[in-house]
């Protein structure tokens, strides 16, 4: 997948610390994982905490990808540019939906 060159900074989410705060959470759930393993808890038990683990990180996934949707590609004036940037973001679904099967 070819990356996009944006010009100058972008902020790629509009609220940063909710973002930082799911992934707080998902950092908090993956450490529960890691005492779950250590204490051999049954495998229901890790089962059931990594399927929350990895709904999180799901979550965070279609929040940057609904901020790159609307932020990055939609005000794009140059058609080319917007084709590229397209091209991209298709990419980045085609990972996160390949990630899940």
């Known amino acids: ?47 059931i905490q990594l399927s929350a683990a990895t709904k999180a990180l799901d979550s965070v996934a279609l929040v940057l990808l609904d901020h790159h949707l609307r932020h990055c590609v939609a005000p794009t004036p140059d058609p080319f540019e917007r084709h590229d940037r397209l091209d991209e973001a298709s990419g980045a679904i085609r990972l996160l939906v390949h990630s899940q099967a």
């Open 1 to 47: 997948m070819r990356r996009t060159q944006f010009p100058g900074p972008l902020s790629y989410i509009t609220d940063e610390r909710a973002l930082i705060g799911r992934l707080h959470r998902v950092e908090g759930q993956v450490q529960a994982l890691q005492r779950q393993v250590r204490r051999q808890a049954p495998c229901t038990d890790i089962l």
